[in-house]
């Protein structure tokens, strides 16, 4: 295979992968996919809460019953289809976390324990923690020095 390109091979190849997204849609169905994800939540709480549980329980609960079937569904295979679809409304709610965390680990099982699952689990979750935890330490010191 050939890998010496004219520029204009390059930028007729930049053009056809650059092409933008109908975000008039895409927004639409991520806010939707999102809310029912959220609605699945929160219907969540009400059964736990119902069957007994306090709110706080309850709202634990759920958040873990999202996490496994987030995972479980991953593992099936139909989160992903599902993600074609709603976009950015499967990322955001806890299941799209849940997702980041139980892909790399069913991609890089064959690998092994260690080097497969045990050094690939969070590549994709990684930086989200990573950043995350930088961001609460400066929005708590600016808390602190400056809204106290």
């Not at 890089?108 to 990573?130: D, H, M, N, Q, R």
Request: proline share 3%; aromatic share 16%.
């Amino acid at each position: 295979m050939d890998m010496n390109i004219s520029r204009q091979q390059y930028s007729q190849m930049y053009k056809e992968a650059s092409k933008g997204t109908k975000w008039w849609l895409t927004v639409p169905k991520a806010f939707f996919f999102g809310g029912l994800i959220c609605m699945l939540g929160q219907s969540l709480i009400d059964m736990y809460k119902a069957f007994g549980l306090e709110q706080k329980s309850a709202s634990l609960a759920s958040s873990v019953t999202l996490i496994f079937l987030s995972a479980f569904f991953t593992a099936l295979g139909l989160y992903e289809k599902l993600a074609k679809h709603a976009g950015a409304g499967t990322l955001v709610p806890i299941t799209g976390f849940a997702n980041s965390v139980a892909a790399p680990a069913l991609e890089f099982k064959t690998e092994g324990w260690i080097l497969g699952l045990g050094a690939k689990i969070f590549i994709i979750s990684g930086p989200v923690i990573l950043y995350g935890t930088l961001a609460s330490i400066v929005y708590g010191l600016i808390y602190y020095f400056f809204l106290l």
